[in-house]
């Protein structure tokens, strides 16, 4: 039997609804919890981000959400629990990391691939700690994440082993792989769209993962559409992997959204012309809930709130429709690619 590891527990996969494989309930930047300015109003919070799933997901059809929040960009249990609760939605936590230039607390820079992997493992089977508190809720997937975002985003240089991958981004790879393994999980990417000026870097994160044994069919690289980069995708989907369209209705990177969305729905209408169609799954990756928002709420930062859950059906369906994609189509995309990949055998 294979499920869903949610926050309140395993659930049947076949139970999943739709999928949205990459979103963020609650994000704050690493040091954004310090801050006078971002003190959360707990239930205020959980209610307004339970009210968006319930007006958003629910409508459409969505069951099943997985929040790619890793630990140190806010990655709160409890509030993903309550979520869940409140709305009924499926909620999957992952664990994982940012970017070394950006996540990755030095406390865990220090950490062997070995103590790397234990955590993971941990996070996925006993559930993750909070504010030096363990929490009966267990991750379902792992986040890996290269790239040079930060204040001043910039391509990466070359780093470990001839890669555009830092050291510590190295051997937290490595490790992710081991635990995936050991418990059955899928594994999830953040790439930066500027790493595609100097190597396609859902290649080298595939590569690193391979040498560790790694079943590549069950890694999705995120933010590969942005903007389209349609050889590279087809050299990740050619070694066995699958790729990720999010950014939908927002202009990460981008001037125009409109231009983005167009442009990666033709990129999608191509891979599934070429027979890639059971290797694509579809997500916003927006942020629910910053607590910094509600001061700043122009902040051109924070675009990734501004879009509104039916977007999805509203405009870009509707789009994909008009190029020829079909609801069986639609329906591997955002049910049973992301069902297969993400699931865990329950027997393991």
């Not at 070429?274 to 942020?287: A, E, M, Q």
Request: glycine share 8%; charged share 25%.
């Amino acid at each position: 039997m294979r499920v869903f590891r949610t926050v309140l527990g395993d659930v049947p996969a076949e139970s999943s609804g739709r999928i949205l494989t990459h979103e963020h309930l609650l994000y704050g930047y690493p040091g954004a919890e310090l801050d006078h300015r971002t003190v959360l109003d707990y239930d205020n919070a959980v209610g307004r981000v339970a009210d968006q799933v319930t007006s958003g997901m629910t409508p459409n059809g969505y069951g099943t959400l997985i929040d790619m929040t890793p630990p140190e960009v806010g990655r709160h249990p409890q509030f993903m629990a309550d979520v869940a609760r409140r709305t009924g939605v499926n909620v999957v936590a992952i664990t994982g990391f940012f970017p070394e230039r950006m996540g990755v607390p030095y406390y865990w820079r220090r950490q062997t691939r070995e103590e790397l992997t234990e955590f993971f493992v941990r996070d996925l089977t006993e559930g993750m700690v909070f504010a030096w508190q363990q929490t009966p809720y267990r991750a379902g997937a792992i986040k890996i994440a290269t790239g040079q975002e930060s204040v001043t985003p910039k391509a990466s240089p070359v780093g470990a082993h001839g890669r555009h991958v830092h050291e510590v981004e190295d051997r937290v790879i490595r490790a992710a792989a081991h635990a995936a393994m050991q418990v059955g999980c899928g594994i999830n990417t953040h790439i930066d769209p500027m790493d595609f000026e100097v190597t396609n870097p859902g290649r080298e994160q595939l590569e690193i993962l391979a040498e560790e044994g790694m079943d590549l069919s069950r890694v999705i690289i995120g933010h590969a559409f942005v903007p389209p980069q349609v050889e590279m995708m087809r050299e990740i989907l050619k070694m066995g992997a699958n790729v990720q369209l999010d950014h939908i209705g927002i202009p990460w990177r981008v001037e125009s959204a409109e231009e983005l969305d167009e442009a990666m729905a033709d990129a999608l209408v191509e891979l599934i012309a070429d027979g890639y169609l059971d290797r694509i799954v579809l997500s916003f990756d927006r942020w629910f809930y910053n607590p910094r928002s509600t001061e700043t709420a122009d902040d051109p930062k924070l675009e990734n709130e501004k879009v509104d859950l039916n977007y999805m059906f509203t405009s870009w369906v509707p789009r994909l429709r008009g190029k020829g994609v079909t609801d069986e189509q639609l329906d591997a995309i955002m049910i049973h690619n992301p069902r297969r990949i993400l699931s865990i055998d329950a027997e393991k």
